[in-house]
T-cell receptor, first 116, second 110 residues
Framework: EAGVTQSPTHLIKTRGQQATLRCSPI?????VYWYQQALGLGLQFLLW???????NRGNFPPRFSGRQFPNYSSELNVNALELEDSALYLC???????????????FGSGTQLSVL | DQQVKQNSPSLSVQEGRISILNCDYT??????FLWYKKYPAEGPTFLIS???IKDKNEDGRFTVFLNKSAKHLSLHIVPSQPGDSAVYFC?????????WGAGTKLIIKP
């Protein structure tokens, strides 16, 4: 069974540009989560999608946005890129509509975004 | 304000000995905690969890201890093996999202 897949693996952009990151969850999983891991920091929660709807959002500016498609895959868009957006962006999926106790997150390998 | 803290960025342990990774939290409302392990170029993978109604949970070589009064949890790995070399994250469940620590890099020396 395929795990969570993310593309691209690496992405290099310049300040002010837009970045689009993609994620395909494990088959049967309806929830997709996006996290940012900047160097030396823990994972910072960005967004949670379930059944095509945004369910929760972390403490990030509106230029971080995304969507979930009918096939449950998801896209993260970062507009007006800033240098501090350079980080590893991780996508995770889980079964079920809610983040229920005892549910585990299954992570992809991430997209390393570098903003120059 | 870091609600989940892993104060040791790295830890080096001899193969076969016990590895103890620590995690502190500030919010007494957290009621579920998880440990994830991350190898380079891979996403984190779930290791073990503990609910606040317990003070210990064991799974093979891995045991997590929870001290609610001290707001402290620890992960014990016995015996440590070379494949345990990775970054370990603790996380706390808070209102439909996980709050993560910054991670501890565990190095197992042969």
């Amino acid at each position: 069974e395929a795990g969570v897949t993310q593309s691209p693996t690496h992405l290099i952009k310049t300040r002010g540009q837009q970045a689009t990151l993609r994620c395909s969850p494990i088959s049967g999983h309806t929830s997709v989560y996006w996290y940012q891991q900047a160097l030396g920091l823990g994972l910072q929660f960005l967004l949670w999608y379930d059944e095509g709807e945004e369910r929760n959002r972390g403490n990030f500016p509106p230029r971080f946005s995304g969507r979930q498609f009918p096939n449950y895959s998801s896209e993260l868009n970062v507009n007006a890129l800033e240098l501090e957006d350079s980080a590893l962006y991780l996508c995770a999926s889980s079964p079920g509509q809610l983040f229920i106790l005892n549910e585990k997150l299954f992570f992809g390998s991430g997209t390393q975004l570098s903003v120059l | 304000d870091q609600q989940v803290k892993q104060n040791s960025p790295s830890l080096s342990v001899q193969e076969g000995r016990i590895s103890i990774l620590n995690c502190d939290y500030t919010n007494s409302m957290f009621d579920y905690f998880l440990w994830y392990k991350k190898y380079p170029a891979e996403g984190p993978t779930f290791l073990i969890s503990i609910s606040s109604i317990k003070d210990k949970n064991e799974d093979g070589r891995f045991t997590v201890f929870l001290n609610k009064s001290a707001k402290h949890l620890s992960l014990h790995i016995v015996p440590s093996q070379p494949g345990d070399s990775a970054v370990y994250f603790c996380a706390a469940d808070s209102n439909y999202q996980l709050i993560w620590g910054a991670g501890t890099k565990l190095i197992i020396k042969p």
